[in-house]
């Protein structure tokens, strides 16, 4: 059984830095890309950060570019996203999603590619 847990959301005033993280169980070489999303109250989920799991490459949506870094640990069991210069259009509720079919080298950053899902972490930003 797939499971995906995140941590770390909370509130931060805008120019902090926060640390989510999601431990998954069940997906140990079976996950082809992995990564975070964002769903805004009145907005559509989008991807924020990905990561290919086996080879590593990496997806940042523009809007976090250069502030926020998608790690996975060396058993690929586990990711982290590091937020900097956080700022209140962040304020979200933060998904960690896995994607175990297809191929192991894309990066799909649409939700509807990924079949896994936590239960979201809320990270809100005060001005």
């Known amino acids: 059984q797939v499971q995906l847990v995140e941590s770390g959301g909370g509130s931060v005033q805008a120019g902090g830095s926060l640390r989510l993280s999601c431990e998954t169980s069940?997906?140990?070489?079976?996950?082809?890309?992995m990564g975070w999303f964002r769903q805004a109250p009145g907005k559509e989920r989008e991807g924020v950060a990905l990561?290919?799991?086996?080879?590593?490459?990496?997806y940042d949506a523009d809007s976090v570019k250069g502030r926020f870094a998608i790690s996975q640990d060396d058993a690929k069991n586990s990711l982290s996203l590091h937020m900097n210069s956080l700022q209140p259009e962040d304020t979200a509720m933060y998904y960690c999603a896995a994607r175990s079919g297809g191929d192991w080298y894309s990066l799909p950053i649409t939700p509807n590619d990924y079949d896994y899902w936590g239960q979201g972490t809320q990270v809100t930003v005060s001005s």
């Open positions: 990561i290919v799991t086996q080879i590593g490459r990496t």
């Open positions: 069940g997906l140990t070489y079976n996950s082809r890309s």
